[in-house]
């Protein structure tokens, strides 16, 4: 698999990723506003929604590239991390909400996409 397929390839599986993450949190502010739910539940409800996310992007990938999964799962939660990080700096002018915060983000995405490479 060339340079330019693989590129391709993660592109793809980064908008599905997108998409899903946009139906996920969706569907998980729809449940906030009818439960009332608390910041520390909505904390870990987002954190499982960027964890599930990468976890199929990394599923993908490593279905994509039949080899390295590992690598190439947790390259992709990586860079879905970087894209949440660029975001949010274009959106709310500031990083995540701290440096501890966007560790645990990191660490959650990461460890999303490294298993979902590992189960492909």
């Given at each position: 698999?060339?340079i330019?397929?693989?590129?391709?390839?993660?592109?793809?599986?980064?908008?599905?990723?997108y998409?899903?993450s946009?139906?996920?949190?969706?569907?998980?502010a729809?449940?906030?506003?009818?439960c009332?739910?608390q910041?520390?539940?909505?904390?870990?409800?987002?954190?499982a929604?960027?964890?599930?996310?990468?976890?199929?992007?990394?599923?993908?990938?490593?279905k994509?590239?039949r080899q390295?999964?590992?690598?190439?799962?947790?390259?992709?939660?990586?860079?879905?991390?970087?894209?949440?990080?660029?975001?949010?700096?274009?959106?709310?002018q500031?990083?995540?909400?701290?440096m501890?915060?966007a560790l645990?983000?990191?660490?959650?995405c990461?460890?999303g996409g490294?298993?979902?490479?590992m189960?492909?």
């Amino acid at each position: 698999m060339n340079i330019q397929s693989r590129l391709i390839s993660f592109l793809r599986t980064a908008f599905i990723t997108y998409v899903l993450s946009a139906l996920l949190l969706l569907i998980f502010a729809f449940i906030m506003y009818k439960c009332k739910l608390q910041e520390s539940q909505m904390k870990i409800g987002v954190y499982a929604i960027y964890t599930i996310s990468c976890l199929v992007g990394g599923f993908f990938m490593g279905k994509i590239t039949r080899q390295k999964r590992f690598f190439f799962g947790l390259l992709f939660g990586v860079l879905y991390f970087l894209f949440l990080v660029i975001l949010s700096l274009i959106v709310n002018q500031s990083f995540i909400q701290g440096m501890s915060h966007a560790l645990m983000i990191l660490a959650f995405c990461s460890l999303g996409g490294m298993i979902g490479g590992m189960i492909s």
